[in-house]
C-alpha cells in the first residue's frame, strides 16, 4: 500500500502441531520508534528511516523435533498489511549447559 515500513508481528502456533493464533506473539515484533512513545506533552514524530531491524527471535518451550507454524506481517502508517503465507518450522534442541571441567 506504498506506506513506509514501521514495524512487524509475528504469528505463531501456541503448540506443536497447532495452527497459527489468531493474536500476534508479543515477544516477537518490533516496532519503529518515533520518538514521542510515552511522552506527556505534544510531540512532532520523527518520520521513519528505516524498518525496526529485525534481529530474532528467542521462544523458549519449544519440543525438540515438533513442527511449529508462523506467519509474518508489516505494520506501516495505514495499518497492517496481510499475513505472509504460513511457514512449518522444525524446532531444533536449545543450547546445551554442560559444567566445566
Do not use: H, K, Q, W
Amino acid at each position: 500500500n506504498g506506506g513506509a515500513p514501521l514495524g512487524y508481528e509475528v504469528f505463531r502456533s501456541p503448540g506443536p502441531y497447532d495452527e497459527v493464533s489468531t493474536e500476534p506473539d508479543v515477544t516477537c515484533m518490533a516496532m519503529f520508534d518515533d520518538g514521542c512513545a510515552g511522552s506527556s506533552t505534544p510531540c512532532e514524530p520523527r518520520p521513519p528511516t528505516g524498518a525496526p531491524l529485525a534481529t530474532g527471535c528467542s521462544l523458549v518451550g519449544l519440543v525438540p523435533g515438533a513442527e511449529y507454524r508462523f506467519r509474518v506481517r508489516a505494520i506501516n502508517m495505514f495499518g497492517p498489511g496481510p499475513l505472509s503465507d504460513e511457514a512449518v518450522l522444525v524446532a531444533g534442541a536449545g543450547p546445551v549447559a554442560r559444567v566445566p571441567e
